[in-house]
């Protein structure tokens, strides 16, 4: 039986602590965001397909992991916000 490999563990696994290193984040902090994705996938995974067993379909999985995009879609552009506004209120500083 050959095993299944998903994309994180070539694409992510393999560069996102570096990617990470070279943003200025420490190795350790890196790899404990990676640990929380993998705890998040797998948690994910589970409580998705007990929704499928409970309720006999993947539409309501698929508007839950839609709802999930666009509230991480939200908080990312908060984020960005922040950062743009520190980074031109460091600026003036200058």
Not at 38 to 52: A, E, K, V
Not at 58 to 71: P, S, V
Request: with cysteine; hydrophobic share 45%; proline share 2%.
């Amino acid at each position: 039986m050959k095993p299944t490999y998903k994309g994180e563990y070539g694409l992510i696994g393999t560069h996102f602590i570096p990617l990470c290193v070279e943003h200025g984040i420490a190795e350790i902090t890196a790899a404990n965001m990676l640990a929380t994705i993998g705890i998040f996938d797998l948690i994910g995974t589970i409580f998705s397909g007990w929704m499928r067993t409970v309720l006999n379909s993947y539409h309501y999985t698929f508007l839950l992991a839609g709802a999930f995009c666009l509230l991480a879609t939200g908080i990312v552009l908060q984020i960005g916000k922040k950062s743009v506004s520190y980074t031109i209120s460091a600026a003036k500083e200058l």
